[in-house]
Every structure is written in structure tokens, then in C-alpha cells.
């Protein structure tokens, strides 16, 4: 497979298998994703639609690089994401601070879910930093292998 295949494969697989994730880790281990989460997926969902018309539209190597980029700013959020949980900086979102008018008798209130606590890690590394790692790698590899040329 060359270059262009490898990033157009990455371009869909990488999206596909971090959204997949992050449904799971939601719906089969009940975590619910907080704001911030909510941000890192939206640049995958466009990912996953940019690579896949890599594919079918030409030039096949802006459409594949634009998948990287889209995926790459994915990783971007997971890290500042991430700084967030870890205490590096506050959040810029109501999720990071605990409401002080919250009527914990109530039962149609909806359930916070904290964008500055990581309710799983592995490693010492949350949801939000695998993102990051994973998301920013492979989008810069997606960009570089569309930009090479033999």
C-alpha cells in the first residue's frame, strides 16, 4: 500500500476506532461523556465523513490531510482536556466548577458530569490524555504520508 492508501485507510480507521471507544467506555462501562468530551468527538465525526471522501473525490491527498487535521484537532482538545482533569489550568466550561444552586433533592435534575475530574485512567493517563496521544500522532501521520510524495 502507498502513501496516499496508508493515510486514507488511518484517515477512517483512527476516527472510527476512538469514537467506537468512547461509546463503549459510554454505553458498556457507564461513563458519561462531560462537555469537553462531547468537543473531542465532534472533529472525529467530521474525520470519519473527510476520509471517507478521500476515497471518491480527487485530489485524494487534501481530502486525506484534511482528515488528519480534523483529527489532529481532536487531539488537541483531548490535551487541553486533559490539562484540565490533571489541575494544570481551569476549564473554560461550567462543567469544571461545581454549581452552587444545584437541588440534589431533586429528581428531575439532570446529573452533572465534571469536566475536571477523569473518572477512569490507566497508567496515570485519562480518557481525555489517550486521546490526546493517540488523536495527535496519528493525525500528524495522516497529514505527513498524504504530504509525501515519491
Known amino acids: 500500500m502507498d502513501n496516499l492508501g496508508k493515510a486514507r485507510a488511518l484517515a477512517v480507521l483512527v476516527p472510527a476506532a476512538l469514537l467506537g471507544g468512547a461509546y463503549i467506555a459510554q454505553y458498556a462501562f457507564g461513563l458519561p461523556p462531560c462537555e469537553m468530551c462531547w468537543w473531542q468527538r465532534y472533529p472525529h465525526f467530521a474525520a470519519l465523513g473527510i476520509g471517507a ?8 491527498q487534501v481530502w486525506a490531510a484534511l482528515a488528519g487535521l480534523a483529527i489532529l484537532t481532536s487531539g488537541l482538545i483531548g490535551g487541553f482536556h486533559a490539562g484540565v482533569e490533571y489541575g494544570w489550568w ?6 469544571s466548577t461545581l454549581p452552587t444552586n444545584i437541588d440534589v433533592m431533586d429528581p428531575s435534575a439532570a446529573p452533572l ?17 489517550f486521546n490526546f496521544l493517540i488523536s495527535s500522532i496519528s493525525g500528524a501521520a495522516i497529514v505527513a504520508l498524504a504530504a509525501y510524495r515519491k
Do not use: H, Q, Y
Open 113 to 129: 458530569i465534571r469536566c475536571d475530574v477523569a473518572p477512569w485512567t490507566l497508567w496515570g493517563i485519562s480518557l481525555a490524555g
Open 90 to 95: 481551569e476549564g473554560i466550561t461550567g462543567c
Open 53 to 60: 471522501l478521500a476515497f471518491f473525490l480527487k485530489p485524494a
